[in-house]
């Protein structure tokens, strides 16, 4: 899907132009945040956040509406990285919510790892996660939407245990297969010879030291091997087991209500 292009008004940069002081600098990236210019929005609050020590001013306000518009871009890590800024502000109410929206910036992080097949980077990253939803129902125990994404990292760290596990069995059935082949496959068939001929000079024994019998006793040894080779699972029944056990989870999982949502620009009076 292409991205529609949005125009900037000629109003709008000529305000960012001159938003040299932090406080309108603040301003014309809400305006432009409000119009969904995001690009312009994500300039004047990184302008006013490196303006404002200047002035004696908090740039955690600043930083955290950046954050806000690089999250609109799509732009997880940065945003990440501008919420922890945030963080060092002495609002409390502030910090609750950095610490909510950065854990939603990690979420991101890791889903998209996961789908790069980096497993142990993605299972980092969503404790990461967890612990920054932990921080925000500290703050604010009444956040039930933190609450709901703590319990989401929890669940979606013990399905990447699950398919690393998954993954390991499957690399080492392969493993096995690769010992068990010959090297030379002629010394097989020559050993293979040997013990048919052993076989047959046994049962050349057998035979003259008591009346034939049926071969009940050869069926039972052919269903024990049977048995045997069908308690050791193939790569196409594990892939089928991974396959349920992500159809489980998946299932689980849209039980729960995920209300990520979009983060908004906070307004302070600097």
Not at 163 to 173: L, N, R
Not at 243 to 263: C, H, S, T, Y
Request: charged content about 30%.
């Amino acid at each position: 899907m292409k991205r529609r292009l949005l125009l900037l008004t000629p109003t709008l940069l000529a305000l960012c132009a001159q938003a040299t002081d932090p406080r309108q600098a603040l301003e014309v990236g809400a305006r432009a945040y409000g119009a969904k210019q995001y690009d312009l929005a994500r300039q004047a609050f990184a302008d006013a956040a490196t303006n404002a020590p200047a002035k004696k001013l908090d740039p955690a306000v600043a930083r955290y509406n950046e954050a806000a518009t690089d999250y609109r871009l799509g732009h997880m890590e940065i945003a990440a990285d501008h919420w922890a800024q945030a963080l060092r502000s002495g609002d409390l109410h502030l910090q609750e919510k950095a610490w909510y929206n950065r854990g939603n910036a990690l979420l991101g992080k890791g889903a998209a790892q996961r789908q790069q097949g980096k497993l142990d980077d993605a299972q980092k990253t969503l404790g990461e996660a967890a612990t920054h939803f932990e921080q925000a129902i500290m703050l604010d125990p009444a956040d039930a939407d933190a609450k709901v994404n703590y319990e989401l990292s929890l669940r979606l760290q013990q399905e990447l245990e699950k398919q690393k596990q998954a993954q390991q069995k499957d690399q080492k059935q392969d493993q096995q297969k690769q010992e068990q082949q010959p090297d030379k496959p002629q010394d097989k068939k020559s050993d293979q010879q040997n013990q048919d001929s052993k076989q047959d000079q046994k049962q050349q024994q057998q035979s003259a030291q008591q009346p034939p019998s049926t071969s009940d006793q050869q069926q039972t040894q052919k269903a024990a091997q049977g048995k045997e080779q069908k308690d050791e699972m193939t790569p196409e029944e594990a892939a089928m087991l991974l396959n349920a056990m992500r159809q489980e989870e998946q299932a689980n999982r849209e039980k729960l209500r995920v209300n990520i949502g979009q983060p908004e620009p906070v307004e302070k009076d600097w």
